[in-house]
């Protein structure tokens, strides 16, 4: 009986705190004052935050955020191709949390989390970029770039999703650090040291 009560109040807590962070993640592009957008592109500081938390609890839950991230992008206004771009988001995060489903002691190395990090963003802009070739192919939007097309896709797409996933991660990780020191529910993937 003491066991189901444990594990109840541990579904409980990752309930709670997915929810949380599916709500972080829905309100990031809606109010966050420092975001950049033109045409196909923008950028949204904070918005890959809530994510990469959730990589830290389970796939699934990461998945949830992931979508719902998404949604939070549709409900702000942003245009159809950088909504799918968040949808794209899935890659990158299902990766990154099987990867430390299997192993996450490695993230409390700087080196390696920096790799960790390094990978999982360049599937991440790897992802944005198929979605907005995807939509210029199809006549939906427009890439204009001085430097041609394939340099504006990677530079804008490829390299930014690369550095802004890198801060966002960065910070994320910094707030669960803090966080598991401060809250009684914890991030089951995050190590301790």
């Known amino acids: 009986m003491k066991e189901s ?24 592009p809606m109010i966050s004052p420092i975001k950049i957008a033109f045409g196909p592109f923008s950028w949204t500081l904070g918005s890959h935050i809530a994510i990469d938390m959730a990589l830290f609890i389970s796939p699934a839950s990461a998945a949830f955020v992931a979508l719902a991230t998404s949604f939070g992008f549709l409900m702000a206004g942003f245009p159809l191709p950088v909504v799918f771009r968040a949808v794209s988001h899935l890659l990158f995060t299902l990766v990154g949390a099987y990867t430390l489903q299997r192993s996450n002691q490695f993230v409390l190395n700087p080196w390696k989390r920096t790799l960790f990090n390094a990978g999982i963003n360049s599937l991440h ?9 995807c939509f210029v192919t199809a006549g939906l939007t427009s890439l204009d770039g001085q430097y041609g097309y394939w340099a504006s896709l990677f530079i804008l797409f490829g390299v930014s999703s690369l550095f802004h996933g890198m801060m966002d991660f960065e ?23």
Not at 125 to 133: A, D, K
Not at 171 to 193: A, C, D, T, V, W
């Open 5 to 28: 009560i444990s594990l109840s109040k541990k579904n409980t807590g990752k309930m709670t705190t997915v929810a949380l962070l599916t709500a972080i993640g829905i309100i990031i």
């Open 171 to 193: 910070l994320g990780y910094l707030f669960l650090k803090y966080l598991n020191k401060h809250l009684p529910y914890k991030f089951p993937r995050f190590p301790i040291k």
């Open 125 to 133: 802009g790897l992802g944005e970029m198929i979605v907005i070739h």
